[in-house]
């Protein structure tokens, strides 16, 4: 294993769209969503370890997941797992992280990758990302991995290749023209056709040099933050300074201060079977379904003229029966239960605020 | 209060109808089903007790619901509960009773009700049963009450009022021309259209004599066996009479064995908002509804974009959120959860029997 291969996971978020079975106390990440036998943050962990070794693999989250990222993944020193104090989206957890890998190997190429994700094709990644990262050592350049769509998913944001750049990596490894934010329908269906545009699954990789000189010059107020604490890293003033440094920091995401402005992002167009699994469609997508098409995962469930529905629930002791409902989100979870159509999923945001508007922080 | 008027209270049923709220061990005559702060149980002694003294009211259920009887209703002589150690449907548990009481008062004018329908307008009930008893004192006759009928509800079985009769007790109490079935929705239709049909409460009044008489008449071989034990009621004998004689005793209801067949019953039109609560639909009929017709019962309930459901959960650590569905049924109670297209509510009795043979008693 190259020991010049580092991975960031950001592991900070509180996974909403995913209530009532992603809690604040346990989000998304730290559950075995799919009921394969590890959380998805395990999932990435051990998928990330057949790059890097695992000394080199760090995982920023919040202060309050310390423990519980710990728990899921003993292999991690506990060092190497980076308290936010607070959320500021994912420009300053990778300034950070990276801050952290520069003092350590100046020479280090990074990936960096969400917590919960899936992939399904985990052999395909590995080349992919390895490939990726190897090119990254050679080139002053921004990587990000573009997932060739297969259906007008309005729920992700898309990355525009410039077929027409004599700028490529490699045959495989393109210039970027332009990263969208999420599309409507008719949007996302010309992307679908047009053949240029690709997923953008949030997955970057850099060497340390060139993400820290893309920070300096797209985001220099972030850069000069960071930058102040070199002496600390890894010193006993660590804390306290990110503590201070973050209070400060401004709270921007890494595709919008940085992505989107350089001019030298790349895009590797792949398919590794991916998944963002943001929504409770998105589980249904990535489940196994039974013959009336409904995804039922957990324990003890009985559908009845029931179809294309998912049904969510993990207390053994619990029998749920569904009668004569089809397109609905069923999720039996600890103190909620949540039925939603699933056509309207998008809604569960509005009932998360609402929920919290009624209840305060109980129930999320 | 009239010390010749008793009242038998019969409270053995399952209440299958009602999973997943009423179970084996709690059955809905045990349970607060319209959130009233009474048990229906409770609801019904209440209101027989203003007729009869509670010494003269005896409830006759099943040997698993004694303690649980005498729980609801401590104003009740542990004697006055009369437990059967098989179900046998309705005339041997009348039949039972009535040996009971001829023994203590042969004058005894009886009112018997199920322990599980509500009634909304107590003061006319309670004029009418008092009229009815009245009436029993003064003629060899069988008396049910028939609600004039609102709806053509297919639940209930209907009762043919004989207007051509010159026997009638008063102008209200009229002969009986036929006792029907549950009908289909056309039949049902024409009964309310005819305007001589009204539904079966299930609510009879009698002599302790008359309805003896009729037992010899119509249902003799269970005459017989109870007027054997003539010498044991109330004896430390009873109960090992009582338990021999259910085993061989057939199981038949009061309608089928004797009322369709004697030649002396009557009705009494009346119409005191009654239900038999035997179904979620006729709840729902029965509850208060929000501004989207929806009966939510019990606490932290949220609907939206939800119409012309019914959803119960008195878990009150427990939030229930429903989106975006019409015409549910949604009931979260212990260790099971069920939601049923409204429309076809009468499958939960085949769910139930689905239940029962993949869990065995487990759920029910």
Known sequence: MNKNFYAVIMAGGIGSRFWPMSRTETPKQFIDILGTG???????????????PAENIFVVTSEQYQLLTLEHLPELKPSNVLCEPVRRNTAPCIAYANYKILTKNPDAQVIVAPSDHIILKEDVFINVATEALNESGKHDCLITLGITPSRPDTGYGYIQIDEDSNEKLNDKILKVKTFTEKPNFEMATFFLKSGDFVWNSGIFIWSAKSIQRAFQKYLPEIDELFAKGKSMYDTSLEKEFIEKTYYICKSISIDYGVMEKADNVFVYQTDFGWS?????????????????????????????????????????????????????????????????????????????DDVKQKYNEKYI
């Open 38 to 52: 590890e959380s998805l943050i395990r999932q990435t962990f051990l998928r990330l370890n057949k790059i890097c």
């Open 276 to 352: 963002d699994l943001g929504t409770w469609v998105s589980l249904f997508d990535n489940s196994n379904r039974d013959e009336n098409n409904n995804a039922c995962i957990g324990s003890e469930i009985l559908t009845y003229d029931t179809e294309n529905s998912v049904i969510v629930s993990h207390n053994k002791n619990k029998l749920v029966v569904i009668q004569g409902l089809n397109d609905v989100i069923v999720v039996d979870e600890g103190d909620v239960l949540l039925i939603c159509n699933k056509n309207n999923e998008q809604k569960i945001k509005d009932i998360v």
